[in-house]
């Protein structure tokens, strides 16, 4: 009869425990990535729809839009059930504020600066979001990719289209190229570093190229008519 080799219980309880705590963690981060975004993005969103002269109906399907459009892309491809933007009061409520929040302050977000830096925070934290969740459902590259990408740049294209403009990514502006050379970074950095680090990283890395690429006037080439 062969011997039990198996660790010991008070080897094998701290191991659970640890990976609790990494668990927790992760959804920890994931949710402050999210929440982050949807304020970003509510913000921009209700502005963009008080320039159109919409009425506050407008506004908060707008802002919604915005904020909730590509997490909610990102769940129907990943196949995840109802969209959690759906059933997350916690988001509802964050968009609302973030509408208030708008309609009490609109000349803040008169100065192009403030809309910028609120695009840049909502498309890094959105793709590195969805990039997290990708990984640990151990997409392949393409996959992880697409769904990062779409995520970042889904609820803009929703709301350009919305308020009749042309979506910001097929402009000539270094938008979703942004989003791109930030997750591609953070796959191949994660099992390097860490998906802590790696993290980090792409935050840092998408913020600032399309930081740098709008102050000084950085955009891709623009075919020309024939």
């Known amino acids: 009869m062969l011997a039990d080799c198996s660790p010991p219980v008070f080897f094998r309880l701290p191991l659970k425990k640890e990976a609790l705590l990494l668990f927790s963690f992760q959804?920890?981060?994931?949710?402050?990535?999210?929440?982050?975004?949807?304020?970003?993005?509510?913000?921009?969103?209700?502005?963009?729809?008080?320039?159109?002269?919409?009425?506050?109906?407008?506004?908060?399907?707008?802002?919604?839009?915005?904020?909730?459009?590509?997490?909610?892309?990102?769940?129907?491809?990943?196949?995840?059930?109802?969209?959690?933007?759906?059933?997350?009061?916690?988001?509802?409520?964050?968009?609302?504020?973030?509408?208030?929040?708008?309609?009490?302050?609109?000349?803040?977000?008169?100065?192009?600066?403030?809309?910028?830096?609120?695009?840049a925070i909502g498309l890094s934290f959105f793709a590195v979001d969805a990039g997290i969740k990708a990984i640990n459902q151990n997409y392949t590259l393409v996959q992880f990719v697409f769904?990062?990408?779409?995520?970042?740049?889904?609820?803009?294209?929703?709301?350009?289209?919305?308020?009749?403009r042309v979506p910001v990514i097929f402009r000539r502006d270094i938008y979703a190229l942004a989003a791109f050379a930030g997750v591609i970074s953070m796959w191949f950095m994660h099992p390097i570093i860490g998906e802590r680090a790696a993290m980090k990283a792409a935050l840092v890395m998408i913020f600032s190229i399309r930081i740098i690429s709008v102050y000084f006037d950085i955009n891709l080439p623009v075919l020309k008519r024939v």
């Open 147 to 164: 769904v990062a990408v779409i995520t970042a740049v889904g609820g803009g294209i929703l709301r350009d289209i919305l308020a009749q």
């Open 27 to 119: 959804i920890g981060i994931i949710s402050i990535l999210e929440y982050i975004g949807v304020i970003s993005f509510a913000i921009i969103g209700a502005f963009t729809a008080m320039q159109k002269k919409m009425d506050l109906f407008g506004v908060s399907v707008l802002a919604f839009t915005a904020a909730c459009g590509g997490g909610i892309l990102r769940d129907v491809i990943m196949d995840v059930g109802v969209p959690v933007f759906f059933s997350s009061y916690t988001t509802i409520a964050l968009v609302m504020l973030s509408v208030l929040f708008v309609f009490i302050l609109p000349g803040l977000f008169y100065f192009s600066w403030v809309l910028v830096v609120l695009d």
